[in-house]
Structures are given as structure tokens and as C-alpha cells.
């Protein structure tokens, strides 16, 4: 076991486990976009970064590749996590605006502009179909191309692969391929529909019946807030 | 063995090749044997001297007699009088820029005398295509020691007590490094050296590749004895092709002579090397990234821990050091770590290689004590800024570096200080500026070189680099706002924090240290639209001054666009509408009759 202090509490890890893990089953929550529990953590969103360590050689590291080490300092939800986390979240909202999961991630976060000109590529490189492909699938048909501005993520030579059996989890996987619902603002940036937006299905039912997920999660049948 | 009465050492490094330094080797040669002289004197090619603004050099020994700006004309002059006639000639010796009486001595020229040479002891003086040169100047000495009288631990301690710190640019002490990987159980262990230079302007791993490959071997092996590594690489950029063929040429020689491969020395230690190609990223620097780019993949950096120490190359703990660390490593062992520690300053032991580079009279490589102030690296052995124009900033650290005003110039050259000023040491690029360049301008030219460069793993690295450098280049076109520069530190600062490698945490320096240092030139630009120092194009326009403009026609030629009107003897006029701003007609202008403008002075006017 690996004791350590998260948030102030001790908190005890097992041999192998990163701070994500560690968070998870102690119930702290830590958003994260690249990471998926049957893949490979990549660390690329920095979503999950905390804060390690104290005082001026304190820094952030992503929680979902960093290991559990003895004796550790961790803060998951410091000024300075904040501050990084919602630059992110504007940063991949401006490279895919019509992304529901960043969508519903700004309302969440409290990111209400977006402050560079939008490039709607809709792909924020984070690696999840290339991981589900080469490691679930088997097949490795995708990857990543180039460097810095010019990455990209593509089948080699940008040919049709030879390996890629049109399985589809790459687009079961993806952040941006499910689109955002359609708040009353679709052509802005960023919607923050459920910051103002109630669904209206409360008005009907008492108890929460809505089918889809939880209720107004679907996007189709909300109404502003009455204040 | 044959004994010469003089030899004449040819510089071979990189500058002076490319400046035609194997031309007058050749010519030195053909001169030689059409004098008979082939029994008395000896042309040798040697490593980068370091004074790469005056190559070709070359230099007379036993005499020290220093020549420079080499022609192939000039060769036959040259060996008649000086090895015929015994009179050095001197017009073809260094003239210091405000004097008229030559140096006829090396040790004697001020770029020379103030550096402390130690990693780059053996440059111009041997070949660093013979082994028996190396050998001569005391080489593998230090091997020998440490293989056949030193216990790995021993040679640790020595490392440890020395105080040496990594010559990549974050300073690890090299001794703990070794240390950590040493405790660990996993086998086989590996080493390798990073060669990987990718710092614009920076050639120091370049010049001791190509001046001294065996030094690094030797390094290399003393290495692997320390931890118990098997095998190492040698990881060289792919567009360093001197560097590499000479490593290989010295693999070779060190295998042939029992220096390399099994039973090395006959102490019963194995140890082999082999080159890898670096295919040109940049990041490539980065050890893990290093490391995947070794294996075969694509150069990406990973989350340290675990460090390379515990699982590095194929999982296997592995040690990384700069070329400059590996070849510092023999002068310790081969000298003792007090000397070493004797050097330097507190925290920063040894010398420290740099390559001044920019507005500087004296361009070239030079290794020079920690400690010493810019001023001195500027003003004592640079010489100074050329054209009599002033100091504005010297850029330390590479891309990710930072930019020091003039203020700063006494600050002392080590690890903290400069990390203290917002800079870093890096891998010891130096680019100097004069009053000239534009502040805002810099930062975009290096922001352009880290887009193109981040691996565009981290979110925080690949889009804030982007979108810094989209403000920045907005600010040095007119269009900048007030409200940037917050945005711009923002950017830069979370950029920093939330990156996972070396990169992405440094990338913030070229905005954070201009906008600490040189912030009025960012207000210039956004308030104003003006750049103080006539750079940025968008923001001036060329004018042709009536009262100095002699009609000469140079400027009209030098037009690419042809947008100058005027006929001969008569005052000329540009045409704003057609002008694409490339500064060719005030280049070309020998009267100073073409003048940038601010944009809008013009049209108040």
C-alpha cells in the first residue's frame, strides 16, 4: 500500500495505481476527456491535472498518468487546477464547437466565452480512436501524423486501410462526433443551455420520468429557467 | 615516429568547411610537395576552433601563429614566407576591430584568451579522425582509470562530489542520475547520448561531435562501468553529417583497438556502442521522447515518473546525458572532482559551452568558466556589437529561453541565476541583439518555431502555442488590443503549468520574459501602432528622403517589384500601392536616403 495525502486527507493506493485511480475510489471527482478505463491513459486533454508537491516546487502533472508515489502531496481542485482546466476547455471548444461533451463540460465548469477565433476542425486530438483501434479492436488502421500545428489524425498515407474493418468504435469513442444538443443559441460558440435552461418534462411529472439519461440531458425539450 | 618541424592545423568544423576550409587544405598540400617540404611539414584537419566568423583558420604550431579569412590565392604566399622565409605574414593574421596592428597569436586574441577550454581541450589541435591523436593528448587515460582501478561506486562518488550538473539545459546533477540508475536490479541497462541539438543558432553538441568524438566515447564507457550498462547509443541528428562519420569513423578506431566490444582493456568489461539516425524534431531532445524516437516510434514525450533511470529504453533503466556532459565526464575522472570542483560557482560547477551567435562581431563557439558575467561573453570575447550600434537583448536557452535586457548584463552565467531572470541555460544558445530588432518580433519568431515544433500531445502546449503566436502576429500587424497582453500572460503561464514535457513547460518563456523585460515595445505596437524598431512591416512604410536621395539608381535596381520611379540624378519616389516592404532598397541605398516611417506619421503628414 502507498499512503499519501489528497485534498488533505491520507489516503491509501495500491501498488500501480495513478492519482485518477486513487481519486475514483476515494469519490473525488476529476474531469477528464482523453482517458477511458479500458485504454491506455494518454494524457493529452490536461483536464486531470492537480496539483503535487508544496510551495514554490509545486506543479501540475495529469493525474490520469501519474503514479501513486509514498509520502506525495495532492490538490485536485487548487485556484491553480481551476485556472488550467477551464484555458483548456476554452482552448478545445474553440478547436470543436459543435462537440456535446465539451459543450455540456463548459456549463459544468462555468466557461461561458470562448476568447480565440473558433477553427471548427472538429477533432481536438485527443487520441481515443487511435488507442481504441490499436488496442481493442486490433487493427491499428489510424494513428497519429505531423507534429505540432500540422497533427493530425489519419490512416497511413491517408489511403483507405487495409486493416480498418469499418467497426466504428473510433466514432463510438469520440468526444466531438456527438454533436451538441440543440440549445437556443446553436450558431455561438459556446451554448451554456443548462445554465439556463430547464427541461420541461418537470412540469408534467412530479418524479423525474424522462427516458433519455437524466432529465433535459437530451437538449430537445427545454424551456428557460423562470426566475 | 615522424617528426615534423611544423604542423599546420586546418580547422574542419562545420563553419569553415562550409566557408571552403577542405579547398585550402588541399591547396596547402599540393603547395607543400611542389616545395618538398612533405618530410618537414604536416597539414592536419582539425575540429571547430570556435572563431567561426573569421574560417577558414588555420593555424601554425609549434609557432601559435593564428590565420584567418583563408583563400586558396593567398596559399602560396603563405608557405613561402612563413615556412620557407620564417616570416609570418600579416596580412592574413586577426586585426581586433578598433586597432590596426595584427595578433600573430592565438592565445594572444581577446576572443581566445578569456575561455576556459575543457570539454573542447582537444579542438583544433587534433584530428579527430585518428585515434592516436586522442590517445597522444592524454586520451582514454581516464577510461583505463576508471575501468581497471575504480569500483562503480567509486566513479559515482567522483561524478557526485564533482558537482556536475547535465549540459542539456535543466541541470540534473549527472551523479544522482547515474546513482538512481545504478540501485536498480533490472538488467540489461543501457546509456545513451542525447545529440539531438535542435536549438536555432546552437552548434555546441554539433562542434564537439566533430572536434572530439573519442572524448564522448570515453565519457560513454566510463558511463557504462559506473551503472553496469551492456550497450549504448549514440543518438545524432540526421542533418549533422560530419558529426556523424566522424563518430562512426571513431567507433571503429575504438573497436579495432580494443577501446570498444568485449573484454575492453582486458579488464573483463563488455561495453558497445552504436549510432542512431534522429530524424529532425525537435522535441526529439526531450529524453523520453528521445527514447520512444530510439525504439522506433514516433517521438513523443511520456509522463516521467518513472524516469529513465528506473524504465527507459525497452523498460530498461537507462541513462540519458548530453553530448557535452559524456565528454566532460573523462577531464573529472581523468583530473580528480576537486579540480573540478574548483571551477564555477556554488551550485554551477565546470565550464559551460555556448554558441554566440546574432549582432555579435565575434560569431563562433566558445567554453567559458560558470559564473562569468553576459557582459563579459558580450563585450570581452564577442567583441562587442558590430556597426556601432547598441546592446538591446541577448536570448539564452534556446527557443524556450528567455530575453535579457541590457540591465542584466552583469548577471552571472549559471543555472539559477539565469532561471531566476526568467531565461534558462538550455543546451547554451546565445543569440545577441542589437537596437535594431523588434522585441514583439522575436517572440513571434520563436513562438512559430514551437507551433511548428510541440509534439501536439498536451492540449495546453500545441493550442497555446498556436494561439499566442496568432496574437502575437496580430500585435506586429497593427491589429493588436489592449486587453492581449493579460490574454498572452495567461496563455503563457498555463502553458507552462499544464504541459506534461520540457517543451510545452518552457514554451511560455519567449512571451513571459519580452513582455517582463520589453513590455513598452508591446504597447508601442498595440497603442500606437508603431514598432520602435521599424520592423514589423505592417506598421511602417519606406520613404525616400529628398534632401539625401542622389538619384543614383541603386535602389531602383534592387526593387524586386519595380516600384521605384525616377530617372538618373533625379530624386526617386516609391510607390506605397506596389511596395511589398522587403527592405532591399535600403539595403541597397549607400546615402541612408530611404528611411521606414510610422504608418500614420505619414498620412498626418
Known amino acids: 500500500m502507498i499512503t499519501f495525502r489528497m485534498n488533505g486527507l491520507e489516503v491509501k493506493a495500491e501498488e500501480g495505481w495513478t492519482l485518477l485511480d486513487t481519486a475514483k475510489f476515494y469519490g473525488l471527482e476529476i474531469p477528464t476527456l482523453c482517458f477511458h478505463e479500458g485504454l491506455t491513459p494518454h494524457g493529452g486533454c490536461r483536464l486531470c491535472v492537480v496539483e503535487i508537491g508544496e510551495g514554490l516546487r509545486s506543479k501540475l502533472v495529469s493525474s490520469c498518468t501519474y503514479p501513486a508515489e509514498e509520502g506525495l502531496v495532492v490538490r485536485t481542485d487548487s485556484a491553480r487546477v481551476w485556472a488550467s482546466r477551464r484555458m483548456m476547455i476554452e482552448l478545445m471548444l474553440a478547436m470543436a464547437p459543435g462537440s456535446k461533451v465539451l459543450q455540456d463540460m463548459a456549463s459544468q465548469f462555468n466557461v461561458t466565452q470562448v476568447r480565440f477565433a473558433l477553427r471548427n476542425t472538429e477533432c481536438v486530438l485527443c487520441g481515443l480512436c487511435t488507442r481504441i483501434c490499436a488496442e481493442q479492436m486490433d487493427a491499428s488502421a489510424i494513428g497519429f501524423q505531423q507534429r505540432g500545428l500540422k497533427r493530425k489524425i489519419s490512416t497511413p498515407f491517408d489511403a483507405r486501410s487495409e486493416t480498418c474493418r469499418l467497426c466504428g468504435a473510433c466514432m463510438y469513442i469520440c468526444p466531438a462526433c456527438q454533436l451538441r444538443c440543440q440549445g437556443p443559441n446553436a450558431e455561438t460558440a459556446i451554448c451554456n443551455g443548462c445554465l439556463t435552461m430547464e427541461p420541461t418534462c418537470l412540469e408534467h411529472y412530479d418524479d423525474l420520468q424522462c427516458w433519455m439519461y437524466d432529465a433535459g440531458r437530451c437538449g430537445t425539450c427545454v424551456q428557460e429557467k423562470k426566475s | ?605
Open chain 2, 1 to 605: 615516429m615522424k617528426q615534423y618541424r611544423a604542423h599546420l592545423l586546418v580547422c574542419a568544423g562545420t563553419g569553415c568547411v562550409s566557408c571552403g576550409s577542405f579547398k585550402i587544405k588541399e591547396a596547402l598540400e599540393q603547395e607543400i610537395l611542389k616545395r618538398n617540404l612533405q618530410d618537414e611539414v604536416q597539414v592536419v584537419a582539425t575540429g571547430c576552433n570556435g572563431f567561426c566568423e573569421r574560417g577558414p583558420i588555420v593555424m601554425v604550431q609549434p609557432d601559435g601563429i593564428f590565420y584567418q579569412l583563408l583563400k586558396v590565392e593567398d596559399v602560396p604566399h603563405l608557405v613561402e614566407e612563413h615556412l620557407l622565409k620564417g616570416r609570418p605574414v600579416k596580412k592574413l593574421m586577426y586585426v581586433p576591430p578598433a586597432e590596426k596592428q595584427p595578433v600573430p597569436k592565438m592565445k594572444d586574441i581577446e576572443f581566445f584568451k578569456h575561455q576556459r577550454l575543457i570539454v573542447l581541450r582537444n579542438r583544433g589541435r587534433i584530428d579527430p579522425e585518428k585515434i592516436e591523436e586522442y590517445i597522444a593528448f592524454d586520451g582514454y587515460e581516464a577510461m583505463a582509470k576508471a575501468l581497471t582501478g575504480m569500483t562503480p561506486q567509486e566513479i559515482i562518488d567522483e561524478i557526485l562530489f564533482s558537482g556536475l550538473r547535465g549540459r542539456g539545459g535543466a541541470g540534473f546533477p549527472t551523479g544522482k542520475k547515474w546513482a538512481a540508475c545504478a540501485k536498480e536490479k533490472a538488467t540489461p541497462k543501457y546509456l545513451i547520448c542525447n545529440g539531438d541539438e535542435g536549438d536555432p543558432g546552437a552548434f555546441m553538441d554539433r562542434s564537439v561531435l566533430e572536434a572530439d568524438p573519442h572524448a564522448v566515447l570515453e565519457g560513454m564507457v566510463i558511463g557504462a562501468k559506473a551503472i553496469g550498462a551492456s550497450k549504448g547509443f549514440i543518438y545524432i541528428r540526421h542533418e549533422y553529417p560530419l558529426a556523424l562519420k566522424r563518430m562512426e569513423i571513431a567507433i571503429a578506431q575504438a573497436q579495432e583497438n580494443g577501446l570498444l566490444g568485449q573484454d575492453i582493456l582486458g579488464s573483463g568489461f563488455d561495453f558497445d556502442l552504436e549510432i542512431v539516425q534522429g530524424a529532425g524534431a525537435f522535441v526529439s531532445g526531450e529524453e523520453s521522447a528521445l527514447i520512444a524516437s530510439v525504439e522506433g516510434r514516433i517521438a513523443m514525450p511520456r509522463q516521467r515518473p518513472p524516469y529513465p533511470a528506473q524504465k527507459g529504453l525497452w523498460g530498461k533503466p537507462t541513462v540519458i546525458n548530453n553530448v557535452e556532459t559524456w565528454a566532460t565526464v573523462p577531464n573529472i575522472i581523468r583530473r580528480g572532482a576537486d579540480w573540478f570542483q574548483g571551477l564555477g560557482t556554488e551550485t554551477s560547477k565546470g565550464t559551460k559551452i555556448f554558441a554566440l551567435v546574432g549582432k555579435i562581431a565575434n560569431t563562433g563557439l566558445v567554453e567559458v568558466p560558470m559564473g562569468i558575467t553576459l557582459r563579459e561573453i558580450v563585450y570581452g570575447i564577442g567583441g562587442g556589437i558590430p556597426d556601432k550600434r547598441d546592446f538591446k537583448a541577448v536570448q539564452i536557452g534556446g527557443p524556450s529561453g528567455g530575453c535579457l535586457p541590457a540591465k542584466l548584463l552583469d548577471l552571472p552565467v549559471d543555472y539559477e541565476s539565469l532561471t531566476a531572470a526568467g531565461a534558462m541555460m538550455g543546451s547554451g544558445g546565445m543569440i545577441v541583439m542589437d537596437d535594431k530588432t523588434c522585441m514583439v518580433d522575436v517572440a513571434k519568431y520563436f513562438l512559430n518555431f514551437l507551433q511548428d515544433e510541440s509534439c501536439g500531445k498536451c492540449v495546453s502546449c500545441r493550442e497555446g502555442t498556436q494561439r499566442m503566436y496568432e496574437i502575437v502576429k496580430a500585435i506586429t500587424e497593427g491589429k493588436g488590443k489592449e486587453s492581449d497582453l493579460a490574454m498572452l500572460e495567461e496563455l503563457a503561464k498555463i502553458t507552462k503549468d499544464a504541459s506534461m514535457c520540457g517543451l510545452g513547460q518552457t514554451a511560455g518563456n519567449p512571451v513571459l520574459t519580452t513582455l517582463r523585460y520589453f513590455r513598452h515595445e508591446y504597447e508601442a505596437h498595440i497603442l500606437d501602432k508603431r514598432c520602435p524598431a521599424g520592423v514589423c512591416k505592417n506598421l511602417i512604410r519606406y520613404v525616400v528622403l529628398a534632401e539625401k536621395c542622389t538619384g543614383c539608381q541603386s535602389c531602383k535596381k534592387a526593387c524586386p517589384n519595380d516600384c521605384i520611379k525616377g530617372t538618373l540624378k533625379d530624386i526617386h519616389l516609391i510607390d506605397q500601392s506596389k511596395c511589398i516592404k522587403c527592405g532591399a532598397c535600403k539595403e541597397a541605398c549607400k546615402f541612408e536616403a530611404i528611411e521606414e516611417q510610422r504608418e500614420e506619421a505619414i498620412q498626418i503628414i
